[in-house]
């Protein structure tokens, strides 16, 4: 059994700390800096490699930051991880999401069941009902064929999948892969929902329900509100309605669903996209096989995350350089810069995933840790944040590490030649010189125009957003926030941080207030 | 003359910083707790409120706030900005976006031209134009109308007209104030035209390309993959390009565009929403009527931040408390959480305007400073957010002061009750809840459920979130980050760190490059 420690406990973290800083300017430049790009590199899965060469960290960190990884036992958590332990162990529950894509260790049987074989089942379920809704043989009530699909659902159940729908929703038209249209209701303002409804076809349409408890008060709100709105039309609901649940939910085995198609316990909302939460959708709006070909980038992607040798590890890495950047050299956020317009949510998806599992003062016994945990994570993509944020990422107060992805070719391979040039390569080359403007700043007389460098950041480099690719991605990042979990020494599956926003939101509609609670309630005359 | 002078030089800033910290926890509760929501509240145009009992001040930081507001001559910093002074002293520029708006003080002439007659002839024109392509009297080159509006611009041409779109898109259609589909191309990123242009009916889309200087790199790049795009379609692409541009750029004055309306070098980017770069898409989309009516709710907000008293002066109150927060009690960054699904895409706005504007470590007069500036600025409508980050706002080590925005109505009216309540009773009881969580926490013997507390917050209240609402927030942030630029001493108009990420790409496209730059070009392949 794995020992579970706090970061400041370990003798190597007391070491990494006292290490030498690495100055960034000076690493980057000349021949040392190119030799850094070279040899400061990953591979990941789908022809994906992570580059770290811009990271304030030289040949002696990365060393200590093995010894740390050794000492903080990060492969060993992780092959308890998935070898069925109960790693969350505030809820007591297993933490299975790299099972709905792959079987890294032995098989996990819980309650008599085969887990791995019940997610491929929920998968195959999911394929043969999405194929009928194709093909034509599940039908809207006068016999015609769906063609937009709705997930209502919120947090995990809305934030990946519509990041990866979005990213891949051209990829999918372009390549004869597209079939339904996908929309998204989640926020329980009615406005979202009636916007929704106000812009599809209702009646050529299919809705998913995604709760796992069944009992998420804005989904089910935002269910009433779509069977409303399918009642007015002179529909029967339950010809329209889909839900991805657990088989002990209150919309499991109901007939006012088309089908059930379900998770679990052990499938945490932020790490469900693999999952039918988003194999259901995305399956429906492109097919079932593009589905399958972004669980085997994840699956292979997992496959690197269990490797001992950090250096071939790319998801343990990361995570060891992002705890030294905020544990060490004390930085409060970060910053995640797609330079793919695909890739425009992706942001939003990993902020929840990062925030809602590492946003947390206690570490896994119950006792308040004393250094920071998770930081404040937010992006959009390149180069549209070139013309807003970058400015103070470039010459604010704070250093804010930086995260880029980027692609060398274009996802839908359609492009101008301008002033010499590809917009790909403008994209590509805007990254590149933005790594370099960071890491090494730029002198002037003028203080207004000088650029003090020394802002460290990473790159993801691919060949092409693909399906697999964009499996790869979610398993690094998911991967990355485990094992920085693991460092913390926190529980990253749980998030008791929104239960008293709940209950206290009950008791405002109950109009069980008192003092600023009731002031407030009134200020909203609820 | 204002004297500038940097924030730690100011006695009252000494004062502001000796004053005994107030206890959110113990001043939320009971009748202590409910008077303070009821008193801590300034008025706001449109029938919206600023509360701020949520945050951590009381009666002596408030006055002690409004010391340093006058100390720091904040009111005749602004009266000198809407006068007509060069207050972008880098540019050596005046900076005139409230003149799009409204007229402060004295007529600003420069150059021989009355700056508010230049802008409102602009909108005349754009009125007249939007009129003349809804009445079908301009059409495509088959006789046909337009149905559809694209946006090509990036940065300040595209994140706010774009937020301020899908702030009234569902709005307008319910109103009958709705004319014509927006879409937005704004990245060099090839995809992100190739995927606009593949979900529009080019034939009947007329684009407005939106660039001041007339030479934005990504812009003109969409531009000719607009054009190409067109071209292929056998269409004549001067008849579908109108122009928004500086009367001096290549843009003005060119048969290529049915049209041409101007801005001018006094209209900041980030700031030209209120402009004819939000002014043309907006009015195409909707109506003229609907932009001046968004227009007007700026213009009544602008009016209160002239207000010398700080309780009469929501932005100016704002933003004290902002720099509080970021100066003495140290955070370094802040959420923006509006409770309107609408809003989805203005925290990304705010995020340009505030980052762009203060995220700066130089003072007015090229002297780097020594405290912090601007601060990280991220955001997700609510209730989502709660699903996502909010574990970590509530939870996390560390503390991240929020700004919630909430309306008392949906914008659509259509509604439906569950449980006793509806959706929008549910969401306002969530913002509600959500703030008396973070100020008062909940304690508990399971330090995992355990809440501190003491995280606070302001509200901006409104009725409803109409065109006049849209335009009063926009002017309130766009106000308050204009008063911490004051406060901060910084130039807030000025963008000089974009610079250095231009001039290296440009370097790697030419292929003049060595070193690390060189090798990370080799890895894109360029």
Not at 70 to 89: D, H, S
Not at 164 to 179: D, H, P, S, V
Not at 305 to 317: G, I, Q, R, S, T
Not at 504 to 516: C, D, R
Request: glycine share 8%; hydrophobic share 40%; with cysteine.
């Amino acid at each position: 059994m794995a020992d579970w420690k706090n970061l400041d406990t370990l003798d190597s973290f007391a070491e990494l700390s006292a290490k030498k800083k690495v100055i960034l300017k000076d690493v980057m430049s000349g021949d040392g800096g190119a030799s850094r790009v070279k040899s400061y590199t990953v591979p990941m899965a789908s022809g994906l490699s992570y580059n770290y060469a811009a990271k304030a960290v030289d040949d002696e960190i990365i060393e200590a930051l093995a010894k740390l990884a050794k000492e903080a036992q990060l492969t060993e958590k992780f092959a308890e991880l998935y070898n069925g332990e109960v790693i969350n162990t505030g809820e007591k529950r297993l933490v299975l999401h790299h099972l709905t894509r792959s079987q890294l260790g032995n098989d996990v049987v819980k309650d008599g069941v085969n887990k791995r074989e019940f997610y491929v089942e929920q998968q195959k379920k999911i394929e043969s009902f999405a194929n009928d809704v194709h093909a034509g043989k599940i039908v809207n009530g006068a016999g015609e064929k769906f063609t937009t699909v709705v997930q209502i659902g919120i947090g995990g159940s809305d934030l990946g999948p519509r990041a990866i729908y979005i990213a891949l929703e051209n990829w999918a038209r372009q390549t004869g892969n597209f079939n339904m249209e996908a929309r998204f209701i989640s926020n329980v303002d009615p406005d979202d929902a009636a916007g929704v409804l106000q812009g599809i076809d209702v009646a050529h349409s299919l809705f998913v329900l995604v709760s796992k408890s069944g009992t998420t008060l804005e989904t089910l709100t935002n269910e009433s509100f779509v069977k409303d709105a399918l009642k007015k039309a002179g529909l029967d609901a339950s010809k329209h309605m889909v839900a991805v649940t657990s088989e002990t939910s209150p919309l499991a085995g109901n007939s006012d669903y088309l089908a059930a198609f379900f998770m679990d316990d052990f499938i945490g909302g932020r790490f469900s996209s693999t999952s039918a939460v988003g194999g259901a959708v995305l399956s429906l709006a492109f097919t079932p096989e593009v589905f399958a070909r972004f669980l085997n980038g994840a699956a292979a992607e997992d496959k690197l995350a269990a490797n001992e040798d950090v250096k071939e590890n790319p998801a343990m890495l990361d995570a060891l350089i992002g705890v030294y950047e905020r544990n060490v050299l004390g930085f409060p956020s970060t910053a995640l810069l797609p330079y793919s317009q695909a890739l425009s949510r992706f942001p939003a998806h990993l902020q929840q995933a990062d925030m809602e599992s590492n946003g947390k003062s206690v570490n896994r016994f119950g006792e308040f840790v004393s250094y920071p945990t998770g930081p404040v994570l937010f992006g959009e993509p390149g180069t549209n944040g070139q013309h807003s944020f970058y400015q103070l990422l470039h010459q604010g107060t704070d250093i804010i590490p930086l995260q880029f992805i980027g692609f060398k070719e274009s996802q839908l391979g359609v492009d101008v030649d301008i002033q010499g040039s590809t917009s790909q390569q403008k994209l590509c080359a805007n990254v590149v010189a933005q790594i370099i403007a960071f890491a090494s700043g730029k002198d002037d007389e003028n203080n207004n125009k000088k650029f003090s460098g020394n802002r460290p950041s990473s790159i993801i480099v691919g060949k092409r957003l693909t399906p697999e690719a964009m499996g790869a991605l979610l398993s690094h990042f998911e991967n990355k926030i485990m094992f920085q979990g693991f460092l913390w020494n926190v529980n990253s599956f749980d998030q008791e941080g929104v239960q008293l926003g709940k209950v206290l939101a009950k008791k405002v509609l109950a109009h069980e207030t008192e003092g600023a609670l009731k002031e407030l309630s009134d200020l909203f005359e609820i």
